[in-house]
């Protein structure tokens, strides 16, 4: 079983930037397809980006596009979100997400059902 703690949520000025953490445990972190979601009251959750196994591939949802970086240590076991220029729209609960199955070191996922595990969420608030 793999838990996922994320971190570094918080209130930010639109304009700002904040970096999320997540830490991954119970399984070898470089055969995880790591990804990151948000979810606001009444919505469905959403994809955001997305990481390979390697590092070498990443995804992102239009929204976020030149704004958000995604990151991975595989010697530490970490995923970590770079968010720059937020927006208040961006306002959301977001969740760090682990895909287990598969073999590729390429591939990257937006699906919600395409992810195994999930961590327990870290709000993120942008006032404008």
């Known amino acids: 079983q793999v838990q996922l703690v994320e971190s570094g949520g918080g209130l930010v000025q639109a304009g700002g930037s904040l970096r999320l953490s997540c830490a991954a445990s119970g399984r070898t972190f470089s055969t995880l397809v790591m990804g990151w979601f948000r979810q606001t009251p009444g919505k469905e959750r959403e994809f955001v980006v997305a990481?390979?196994?390697?590092?070498?591939?990443?995804s992102h949802a239009d929204s976020v596009k030149g704004r958000f970086t995604i990151s991975r240590d595989n010697a530490k076991n970490t995923v970590a979100l770079q968010m720059n220029s937020l927006k208040p729209e961006d306002t959301a609960v977001y969740y760090c997400?682990?895909?287990?199955?598969?073999?590729?070191?390429?591939?990257?996922?937006?699906?919600?059902?395409?992810?195994?595990?999930w961590g327990q969420g870290t709000q993120v608030t942008v006032s404008s």
């Open positions: 997400a682990a895909r287990g199955r598969g073999i590729s070191q390429s591939a990257t996922y937006d699906g919600l059902h395409e992810y195994d595990y």
């Open positions: 990481i390979s196994r390697s590092g070498g591939t990443t």
